[in-house]
């Protein structure tokens, strides 16, 4: 079993700044992309952000380009941090981590294999 826990989430004025940070822990093969979702209410779990292994491969949506940064702790290959910049009220949501176990960076929900149980991020404009 593999377990995620996001931690950082809050509340903050547009403009603002937070940093999530998600722990993996449990049985972990190897080193696995990590990637960031969120879900604002009524609308579908889109993608934020990935990390491949090496933390040097890394795929940001388009609405989160420039102002998000994810970065993976080098000496603790499984944590993954979200650096968020420049906040709207848009970026209102509960942020998911997610780890996946395949060979390339995916933008898809349904190709990561675990799932922590979110962290609310809401933006006041």
């Known amino acids: 079993q593999v377990q995620l826990v996001e931690s950082g989430g809050g509340l903050v004025q547009a403009g603002g700044s937070l940093r999530l940070s998600c722990a993996a822990s449990g049985r972990i093969f190897n080193v696995p992309t990590m990637g960031w979702f969120r879900q604002a209410p009524g609308k579908e779990r889109d993608f934020v952000a990935a990390?491949?292994?090496?933390?040097?491969?890394?795929?940001y949506a388009n609405s989160v380009k420039g102002r998000f940064t994810i970065s993976r702790d080098n000496a603790a290959k499984n944590t993954v941090y979200l650096q968020m910049t420049s906040l709207i009220p848009e970026d209102t949501a509960v942020y998911y981590c997610?780890?996946?176990?395949?060979?390339?960076?995916?933008?898809?929900?349904?190709?990561?294999?675990?799932w922590g149980q979110g962290t609310q991020v809401t933006v006041s404009s």
């Open positions: 990390v491949n292994w090496s933390g040097l491969n890394t795929h």
């Open positions: 997610a780890l996946d176990y395949g060979s390339f960076v995916s933008e898809r929900a349904v190709d990561y294999d675990y």
